[in-house]
């Protein structure tokens, strides 16, 4: 796959087969902040986050899972599966949003 990136800041991927898609980039969002996440995939289909780490910053291990269910995102917005994690002690939500996870920052 080749991803290019146009002037107008929208990226372009081409499979083998000369498929297109076009992708809007990112908007930056105050109260969003994309993650990375490393999960357990069960064969099943079920995916359980273990821990998450914002871009630079130190792997952040989740307690525990409270609570898993599709929910908006009232503070950043989008939609997703939205897990309530405990973290230090801290209730946080946790998004996986299509192929993306953020978190609600203040």
């Known amino acids: 796959m080749m991803i290019t990136k146009k002037r107008t800041g929208v990226l372009s991927a081409w499979n083998q087969e000369g498929m ?14 994309f993650v ?15 821990k998450f780490r914002e871009a630079n910053g130190e792997p952040v291990i989740i307690d525990r899972i409270l609570d898993v269910r599709p ?3 009232l503070k950043a917005g989008g939609q997703g599966i939205r897990y309530t994690c405990r973290v230090r002690d801290k209730e946080i939500y946790l998004f996986h949003d299509r192929d993306l996870w953020f978190i609600e920052v203040d």
């Not at 297109?20 to 902040?33: Q, T």
């Not at 990375?36 to 995916?47: P, T």
């Open 20 to 33: 297109v898609w076009e992708m809007e980039p990112l908007r930056r969002n105050p109260h969003k902040a």
């Open 36 to 50: 990375k996440v490393r999960a357990d995939h069960e064969i099943g289909g079920r995916i359980t986050p273990l």
């Open 71 to 73: 929910a908006p995102s």
